[in-house]
Every structure is written in structure tokens, then in C-alpha cells.
């Protein structure tokens, strides 16, 4: 059975920092395209980063570049998404994602939520001004 656990939410001010960690299991970690998502209120469900094991490679939205960083632990089949420099507007519910070979220079794919067959239930992050 595949799982993905988010864990790492909680509430920071302005300027601060979380860091969230996605504990898979399941599957091949490898083969995998692992992406985080985020949704605010009331707004549609967006890609923040991708990520895989294979080589490493990353893809991060505009919005979040420089200031997150995806990386992960093969040996224990987990993504981190380090978060700095936060804003208000990170706010929302972050969820990971999994999808087969998804590789993240295929932007068109990564981008999308519904290519993505496994997701986690989600952890919540508020930003304060």
C-alpha cells in the first residue's frame, strides 16, 4: 500500500522558517517524482516544488525559488521541503505527491495536480505578518 505522511506544519511569523518532511513507503522511492502542493482558502491547488530521487533534480515555482529548498533522504524514502524567508502568502495546506517516472524538467506535467496518482493528507502552514 503506498503512503505519504507530511508532517512539519505549524505557525511562524514573517521571515521564519519550517521545514516540512513527506515519510513515503510502497514503492520504488527512485522511480518516483515526488511534488509539494499547496492550497489556500478559497484558491486553486499549486505546485510549489518537484523533486527526484534518481538524480536529484528539482523544479520550484517562480514564487518560492531561492527561499525553499526540496531535497531528500533516500534511505529512509522521505522529501523535505526546507521553507525560508516566509511570507503571509505561503499560507495554505502543503501536500505531497507521487507520480511514476515523472522527471522535473517535464514542467507541463509537474505543474499539474492531477498527473500525480499518490497524495498525503496534507500539513497546515500559517504565515503571520
Known amino acids: 500500500e503506498v503512503q505519504l505522511v507530511e508532517s512539519g506544519g505549524g505557525s511562524v511569523q514573517a521571515g521564519g522558517s519550517l521545514r516540512l518532511a513527506c515519510k513515503t513507503s510502497?514503492?520504488?522511492?527512485?522511480?518516483?517524482?515526488i511534488g509539494w502542493f499547496r492550497q489556500a482558502p478559497g484558491k486553486e491547488r499549486e505546485v510549489v516544488s518537484c523533486?527526484?530521487?534518481?538524480?536529484?533534480?528539482?523544479y520550484y515555482a517562480n514564487s518560492v525559488k531561492g527561499r525553499f529548498t526540496t531535497s531528500t533522504d533516500n534511505a529512509l524514502n522521505t522529501v523535505y521541503l526546507q521553507m525560508n524567508s516566509l511570507k503571509p502568502e505561503d499560507t495554505g495546506v502543503y501536500y505531497c505527491a507521487a507520480e511514476q517516472y515523472l522527471h522535473p524538467d517535464f514542467h507541463l506535467q509537474v505543474v499539474d495536480p492531477g498527473v500525480y496518482d499518490y497524495w498525503g493528507q496534507g500539513t497546515q502552514v500559517t504565515v503571520s505578518s
Open positions: 523533486i527526484t530521487a534518481s538524480d536529484g533534480s528539482t
Open positions: 510502497g514503492f520504488i522511492f527512485d522511480d518516483y517524482g
